[in-house]
């Protein structure tokens, strides 16, 4: 859970950073020269990817620099959205998977503290309270444990598929903004 929720920290600082440096920039190249610090921000993977595709691209045709195929930036533009998209969601599903898996392990280990009890019944044949109760405690126990995993992991990963949710907007807002750059600066 840390890992993930450090990866998102250090992923939303670095791209309001980066958001201001684009943004006052004159020129993409004065941005690509900006970008040593910002590593952690999906925003410069997509950026990246956009001026990867327009630098190939360029054509230096009477001096004026111009894009020939705008829907190929925006191609590699997706790309890498999906591709930073799931770098954010690693891990994610694990806690998805855990919120789902340890209330049965947890029932699992109820199921078995109930049948150590009645077999400890059995053997000593007697019914009272101070012969069940130690299985007993034991099994709830287990089930105590299982929800103890359970519920912090389904917080946790509501929490996180929300902020993914909120980073692909980002990633999508990115998007428009350096097509309508590109559009404006080199067609």
Do not use: C
């Amino acid at each position: 859970m840390f890992a993930v929720w450090q990866r998102f920290r250090r992923s939303q600082g670095a791209s309001r950073r980066f958001v201001a440096i684009f943004r006052k920039a004159k020129r993409l190249a004065d941005v690509q020269s900006a970008l040593g610090a910002l590593q952690h921000s999906s925003l410069v993977g997509l950026f990246r990817a956009g001026y990867a595709e327009i630098e190939a691209q360029i054509s230096h045709a009477e001096g004026r620099q111009t894009v020939k195929s705008l829907d190929s930036v925006e191609r590699s533009l997706m790309r890498a959205t999906r591709i930073e998209a799931a770098r954010l969601s690693r891990l994610v599903p694990f806690l998805a998977t855990t919120a789902a898996a340890t209330p049965f392990i947890g029932l699992f280990g109820t199921v078995w503290g109930i049948m150590d009890a009645f077999g400890d019944i059995g053997a000593s044949g007697s019914t009272s309270i101070t012969s069940v109760a130690p299985g007993i405690s034991e099994a709830l126990i287990n089930t105590a444990a299982g929800l103890f995993a359970a519920i912090p992991a389904l917080l946790a990963y509501n929490h996180f598929v929300q902020r993914l949710r909120q980073a692909r907007g980002e990633m999508e807002d990115f998007t428009l903004e350096f097509m309508n750059l590109t559009e404006r600066n080199f067609t």
